[in-house]
């Protein structure tokens, strides 16, 4: 029977959660990734091969489900060869529903030619029911370091003391389960923030004092920034400049906002950021 949930990005910060919250609620999953062999054995989970680089992957993942989990790949600035033609073989397959995690200020983002804006238009005039969930910048970003794995012993942005309304994966991950669980999501797009916006010092500074050493905010040029990337070696010419945007963005105040839709959908106050630290804080010794 066609019952199960379709979840791209199985593996990811909100994938990993997602996937418990849903099996814990008694449901069955078909989690995506290309590396199923990694996929921890999970009663309840299927881990299937999915790729967006590969369509013929596609109509396989969707066999024997009815709904969809819609994770684009971070910084898919083609989501009309990805996202967009999964949609459609989604729709022909009958699925009924689909979740699409976007992100906050994808206004802006679009006109760097991003493409999630556009993927939203496609699956609201899709005709098929959807939620859309717009999150702001993920608190575990800092966990791999935002410019590199190995630079977890300092923090280096070209965002200056400009504020960030952070919110845990872990979050997001309770609100899409809820969206896919409960009635009366449907229609809807809500943007997903954590409950207070920070800068880079005052989350160094939190980081430091859960950690008890320092791990000093250190504001670079964009070019410093780009000189980093290239150094590291893992993102395109165009992911830079993308990320270039969001960093601009974040120093023009895009991303400051803080909204209520976590608490309303998950009925308890979002993750903090000290919070965070203090579940993370392994990952920083
Ligand atoms: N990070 C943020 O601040 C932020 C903010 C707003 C929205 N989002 C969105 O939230 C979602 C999850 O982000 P995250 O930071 O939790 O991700 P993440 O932990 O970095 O994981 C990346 C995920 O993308 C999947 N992926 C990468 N390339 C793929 C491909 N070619 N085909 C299929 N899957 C592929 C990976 O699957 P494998 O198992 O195959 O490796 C993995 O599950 C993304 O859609 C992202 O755009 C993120």
């Not at 379709?6 to 099996?23: H, Q, W």
Request: a negative charge.
């Amino acid at each position: 029977m066609s019952n199960k949930i379709l979840v791209i990005g199985a593996m990811s910060n909100v994938g990993r959660p997602l996937i418990k919250f849903l099996t814990n609620k008694g449901e069955y999953i078909k989690a995506a990734t290309r590396n199923p062999s990694l996929y921890p054995a999970t009663l309840g989970v299927e881990a299937i091969t999915f790729d967006f680089d590969k369509p013929e992957t596609y109509m396989p993942a969707l066999e024997g489900t009815n709904r969809l989990v819609l994770m684009p790949r971070g910084l898919d600035t083609e989501p009309e060869t990805t996202a967009i033609p999964l949609i459609d073989q989604a729709i022909k397959m009958g699925i009924h529903y689909i979740v699409l995690i976007s992100g906050i200020a994808i206004e802006e983002m679009e006109k760097e030619g991003y493409g999630l804006l556009s993927l939203e238009k496609y699956l609201i005039s899709s005709g098929i029911d959807y939620t859309i969930l717009r999150p702001s910048w993920f608190m575990s970003l800092f966990i791999r370091g935002f410019i590199n794995p190995k630079q977890k012993d300092r923090i280096c942005l070209p965002v200056e003391y400009a504020k960030i309304s952070f919110i845990d994966p872990y979050d997001v991950a309770a609100v899409t389960a809820s969206t896919l669980i409960e009635t009366g999501h449907q229609g809807k797009t809500y943007t997903l923030t954590g409950s207070e916006a920070l800068s880079l010092q005052e989350c160094a500074d939190i980081i430091s004092q859960g950690v008890e050493y320092n791990i000093p905010y250190i504001p670079i040029t964009e070019d410093e920034m780009r000189h980093e990337y290239k150094t590291w070696g893992q993102m395109s010419s165009k992911q830079i400049e993308y990320m270039m945007w969001f960093f601009k963005g974040v120093r023009e105040g895009w991303y400051t906002d803080i909204y209520s839709s976590v608490s309303e959908i998950i009925k308890r106050e979002p993750i903090t950021f000290k919070q965070f630290v203090e579940k993370n804080a392994d990952i920083w010794k």
